[in-house]
């Protein structure tokens, strides 16, 4: 698993997948944040008529919260650091999108940012196309998930 993790922030990606990456995470997040609506919803109406509490939905709304900034923060973070890679910088700088105030000016920066056009220390230049293969560069794999 952690194999898998790494390989994720390895490599380049250009200014299209990178785009278009984040465009897709953007989306799924709209769809999660938008189940995260109906789950109190649904939980309420199988828990009350059993006259359970309904902190209990609070408590599941609060975990599914939890998992869903968890995995969509590690989405959006290899993009960032793959696309730092592009531009020939360490993905540390990734680190700036956490304040707030200049986050934005980093991404709009990612997106007009040519990267370098030869061979840099994180990889080959990007010349793929394939949006998935892109965005998602290892396969899934019983030897990438060992720990």
Same mark, same amino acid.
């Given at each position: ?128 196309? &394939?949006?998935? &293969?892109?965005?998602?560069?290892? &396969? ?8």
């Amino acid at each position: 698993m952690i194999n898998y993790i790494k390989k994720l922030y390895n490599g380049r990606i250009g200014r299209l997948n990178f785009f278009l990456g984040m465009l897709f995470f953007e989306f799924s997040s709209i769809i999660l944040i938008g189940i995260l609506f109906l789950i109190p919803a649904i939980l309420i109406g199988l828990i009350h008529p059993l006259h359970a509490s309904p902190e209990a939905s609070v408590t599941v709304t609060g975990v599914y919260i939890s998992v869903t900034l968890i995995v969509m923060l590690l989405c959006w973070s290899t993009l960032i650091v793959r696309r730092f890679h592009d531009i020939g910088v360490s993905g540390y700088y990734a680190f700036l999108c956490l304040i707030l105030p200049i986050s934005g000016f980093i991404i709009l920066f990612l997106y007009f940012k040519k990267g370098t056009n030869e061979i840099n220390k994180y990889g080959d230049l990007v010349v793929s196309n &394939k949006f998935f &293969k892109a965005i998602f560069p290892v &396969k899934i794999t019983k030897s990438n998930l060992k720990i």
